[in-house]
């Protein structure tokens, strides 16, 4: 039944979406009934050109999240464990995190070019915030008591960093992944949106303006069901890495 | 008493109903639609408006939006592209087109879409963009549609041989002067801006690409709309030829007006040098040249799934005869 709860949800929506495209309320065009998604839904899956666009959005989302974790992660762990550089670096990060990045997406043109590199670079500064913010309060938060007893035990700072700092912390950075990722893929589509000749936001703005919706919303449940297959490979690799403090454990 | 007093008030209210004329939800954009926001701003051009009807202007940025609203029962009318018109047809939209706006069209003074690039760039001719970008400002607008048609014509496959990527006007000068483009479309007043920058050379414009004018903005209304409130259309439709008239004999005057009323944000000498679309005194539609447009969107880029019939989209009989 726990597993079940979701697509009940699920069914739900889906129930009601049905019930008002087939009510006559509004216009067709506006909601087109589950069906005529559907098929546009196994359209997207048998033309190779709407899988390639896929892997266009997925391959920029990917290096733009990537890079954010390599230098979020690195960024996060130094604000966390030294006071110096968290004063230097927190009111960079707590001053602009509330700044929409997507309205600096024209300036990264110019800088960045009009293809996949602008799209990587804002996706990069999207996904940095959280990740940086994340991490850095868990390593923050690391107890006094195990870096204490670690020192006592002989370990360098290096060693008590790896041993310590990094699987305490560790909890944190995949939090901090988890809101990324996500954002990753929504920066993606939008750019593409905006200014992209390829990619799964290019296919929605396409659809849009030849009054495909049916078309449109077959693309927003491809996206919508890679964020979620996304989510769940990063919880089941967060699961197997820290895997003495499991997700469904803090329900018990 | 109390009986009296209550028939008199419901009679009274009828009475007022049936003498408010009909408010006309319009949907309009933000570029060459002069005679449409001069009817908002010069009332006293039109004697129709309060008795007839009345007119209440929506602005949208983008058609994809216009469109959205008036499928969503929120607008009467408005104005789009014949493009976009012929899109909305195509997926059986209840839409008519009553009256022109501004045509596509070559000549002496008029104003038509040009494409251009770098002065001093190794692009000398439309073959050149090949492994190239082309900048227009939307996707499946008019302005992909002639980047599209100039590439075809120098037997270049788009998207293929040349990308068509969107970008908005304002950035566009200055994506081609780097390079991050190698062409872009320009319109009126952004034309005329660029031009005065320097550093970037016509390769083609829109009439060229097509080879005939057309159609490029028109009026239209919901078939329901019209059934029901014939009068008022056509009341809207006299004025609107009457507004057109008084435009393109006092163009000055009429611009200084649109820019005072904040219509236009293009500084007022500037704005004023600008040339003009073509624009029909008496609102007629070309519908041959949509006719073509349609065939052009059908067989060379593939926009649409089936042919659509022009002539059933389109009724001037609203007009003034």
Not at chain 1, 95 to 107: H, M, N, W
């Amino acid at each position: 039944m726990k597993r079940l709860a979701p697509l009940l949800l699920v069914a739900a929506i889906l129930l009601a979406w049905e019930a008002i495209a087939r009510s006559g309320l509004w216009n067709p065009l506006i909601f087109p009934s589950l069906e005529k998604i559907s098929r546009e839904l196994v359209l997207f899956f048998t033309r190779p050109e709407s899988l390639l666009e896929a892997w266009i959005s997925l391959q920029r989302a990917f290096a733009g999240f990537a890079l954010a974790t390599l230098v979020g992660v690195t960024i996060g762990m130094l604000m966390g464990r030294s006071a110096w550089i968290a004063a230097l670096l927190d009111p960079l990060f707590s001053g602009t995190y509330a700044v929409p990045k997507l309205a600096l997406f024209p300036i990264f043109i110019f800088v960045f070019g009009i293809g996949s590199l602008s799209k990587v670079a804002l996706v990069f500064l999207e996904c940095l915030y959280p990740i940086v913010i994340v991490t850095s309060q868990g390593a923050r938060g690391v107890s006094r008591v195990l870096l204490w007893s670690a020192a006592n035990m002989g370990a360098s700072r290096a060693a008590a960093l790896r041993r310590v700092v990094v699987p305490a912390a560790a909890p944190f950075i995949f939090a901090g992944l988890r809101i990324a990722l996500p954002i990753a893929l929504i920066v993606v589509i939008i750019t593409e949106m905006v200014s992209s000749a390829d990619g799964l936001g290019y296919l929605v703005i396409y659809s849009l303006s030849s009054l495909r919706t049916d078309r449109m919303l077959a693309v927003v449940v491809v996206i919508a069901a890679l964020g979620w297959l996304l989510d769940r490979a990063l919880v089941a690799l967060r699961d197997r890495l820290v895997y003495w403090e499991k997700l469904e454990t803090y329900y018990l | 008493m109390r009986v009296f007093v209550s028939f008199f008030l419901v009679l009274f209210s009828i009475t007022a109903a049936a003498q408010t004329p009909p408010t006309i939800r319009f949907g309009r954009g933000f570029a060459a639609e002069e005679q449409m926001w001069l009817m908002s701003v010069r009332k006293d051009l039109t004697p129709n408006q309060g008795k007839a009807y009345n007119l209440n202007q929506i602005l949208f940025q983008a058609n994809p939006e216009r469109f959205q609203a008036y499928l969503a029962g929120e607008l009467d009318g408005g104005t789009a592209p014949g493009l976009a018109v012929i899109f909305a047809h195509a997926q059986g939209v209840d839409m008519k087109i009553v009256a022109s706006i501004c045509l596509e069209a070559a000549g002496q003074g008029i104003f038509t879409t040009q494409y251009m690039v770098k002065d001093d760039g190794p692009i000398k001719s439309v073959k050149d963009l090949k492994g190239g970008t082309i900048a227009v400002v939307g996707i499946k607008t008019a302005t992909d549609l002639w980047a599209r048609a100039g590439l075809i014509n120098a037997g270049l496959v788009p998207d293929k041989d040349t990308k068509v990527v969107p970008m908005g006007f304002p950035v566009i000068g200055d994506a081609v002067r780097t390079g991050k483009v190698s062409a872009g479309v320009f319109v009126e007043p952004f034309y005329s801006a660029e031009m005065a920058k320097g550093g970037l050379r016509k390769l083609f414009t829109a009439t060229e690409v097509l080879g005939y004018d057309h159609e490029l903005l028109d009026i239209f209304f919901s078939e329901k709309f019209l059934k029901a409130n014939p009068g008022a259309v056509r009341a809207f439709l006299a004025d609107y030829v009457a507004v057109t008239k008084y435009y393109l004999a006092n163009m000055e005057q009429a611009k200084t007006d649109l820019h005072k009323a904040g219509f236009v944000r293009t500084p007022l000498p500037v704005y004023l040098k600008t040339s003009d679309w073509k624009r029909d005194p008496n609102g007629r539609v070309d519908v041959g040249s949509l006719e073509k447009l349609s065939k052009f969107m059908l067989e060379k880029l593939n926009w649409l799934e089936k042919p659509v019939n022009v002539r059933e989209m389109v009724d001037l009989s609203y007009l003034p005869r």
